[in-house]
């Protein structure tokens, strides 16, 4: 038998530590997610509108920082940008335990946001460096669902914890699992670069300038995204669901069982059926989510939207780096995470104007309309762009 035949191998040691790395990375910072807003609230008595500037603040920062990690991580050693990063990471949860004025915790989260971003690119960047180029998708996927089960188990854990224990409890649990995190990375093999010519800098060194209307349409679930992880603990609370963090349970769920098919879909070359059908499934999910109160609504749409968000931005990640050349990977990743960070802080900014304003349901049909806005301009710019600029 022709041992070219064989798959190339996916679950090397080298990838297999990175994506552990990535997991703890991304539970310790997911412990906060849905605990924040509640604290806020409760012990410093911030008014529910105003919730959405302390919860963007850190994506604010991100937006400073993605950019110029993607151009560092494109020059020098990816693993030593995350291991820096990442001890950085953890020595900032310290900060939260003397947090006293809004002010303060505003400052905290955004100097959280810069080292997330340093992390979080190295980090993804690094894990396509250790994936075969004909398994890229698929690869691309399964790292993906390490960071989405960390955003599912780590709420549901951590809104358990914050109601017996108290914050400072939950803070130590996230720098534990932090410090596990950094021994992984010490762990990782990465792969030998050829050293990187340096290049006169210009803006398509910090921004993937081909791939700027898909950056455009990016921003649209991922505004639905970031209404999703600050205010679903709230929603639940105010419709009496019982640990609103079993949505999350079944949010991963959803992330997992898109995992089996979608990256090999879009390996396949049908990557824009996977995310047109991605958003729409969304969309639908959404509405259901803000119309139907009660726990098999409210799993159900957790598990569904999980199913869509799963499908679509791993596939969403893959136009860029099919659209990049192999030395512009870490800009094509900064891209893409600075595409979702926007929307991100865009979708919890708003999303506390909109339900301390209005209410939580008209912030949840509010993200499923702008999932099927995005169906359209996919299919109308995203979709021929990228057939005409595609280098892969």
């Given amino acids: 038998m022709d041992i070219d035949s064989h798959p ?9 530590n990175v994506c552990i790395a990535n997991f703890l990375m991304a539970c310790s910072f997911n412990l906060l997610m849905p605990t924040i807003p509640l604290y806020i609230t409760e012990v410093l008595g911030v008014p529910q509108s105003r919730t959405g500037i302390v919860l963007a603040s850190y994506a604010i920062a991100l937006l400073f920082v993605r950019p110029f990690s993607g151009y560092f991580v494109d020059l020098y050693s990816r693993k030593k940008i995350l291991l820096v990063s990442f001890i950085g990471f953890v020595a900032i949860f310290s900060g939260y335990f003397f947090v006293t004025t809004v002010l303060f915790f505003v400052a905290i989260r955004f100097l959280h946001g810069i080292t997330w971003g340093f992390t979080t690119v190295s980090s993804s960047t690094l894990a396509i460096d250790l994936v075969p180029s004909e398994r890229r998708a698929e690869g691309i996927g399964y790292y993906g669902t390490f960071t989405n089960v960390a955003m599912a188990i780590a709420p549901f854990i951590a ?33 030998v670069r050829e050293k990187t010519v340096r290049k006169k800098l210009s803006l398509d060194r910090f921004f993937l300038l081909r791939a700027w209307p898909i950056f455009i349409n990016q921003l649209f679930p991922s505004f639905a995204w970031g209404t999703i992880g600050p205010f679903v603990a709230q929603y639940g609370k105010e419709i009496n669901i019982p640990n609103a963090g079993i949505y999350f349970l079944f949010w991963a769920g959803g992330i997992m069982l898109s995992r089996v098919f979608a ?36 799993c159900l749409a957790g598990f569904f939207i999980g199913i869509g968000f799963g499908m679509m ?13 192999n030395n512009q990977r870490g800009t094509a990743n900064s891209t893409y995470l600075v595409g979702f960070d926007i929307g991100l802080a865009i979708g919890m900014l708003l999303g506390g104007f909109i339900s301390g304003h209005h209410s939580f349901e008209a912030l949840f049909m509010v993200s499923g309309l702008v999932c099927l806005i995005s169906v359209v301009i996919y299919g109308a710019i995203s979709k021929p762009l990228f057939e005409r600029k595609r280098l892969r």
């Fill in 8 to 16: 190339a191998r996916l679950w090397t040691g080298g990838y297999i």
């Fill in 263 to 298: 990256g090999r879909l879009v390996d396949r070359g049908h990557i824009h059926k996977v995310n047109m059908i991605a958003m729409v499934i969304v969309a639908l999910a959404f509405f259901g989510f803000a119309h139907y109160h009660n726990i098999y609504a409210f």
């Fill in 313 to 325: 931005f791993p596939a969403l990640q893959t136009l860029y780096i099919n659209m990049a050349d």
């Fill in 159 to 191: 809104i358990h914890i914050y109601g017996a224990y108290g914050f400072p409890v939950l803070l130590g649990c996230a720098m534990g699992m932090g410090v596990l995190g950094i021994l992984a990375v010490t762990l990782i093999k990465a792969p």
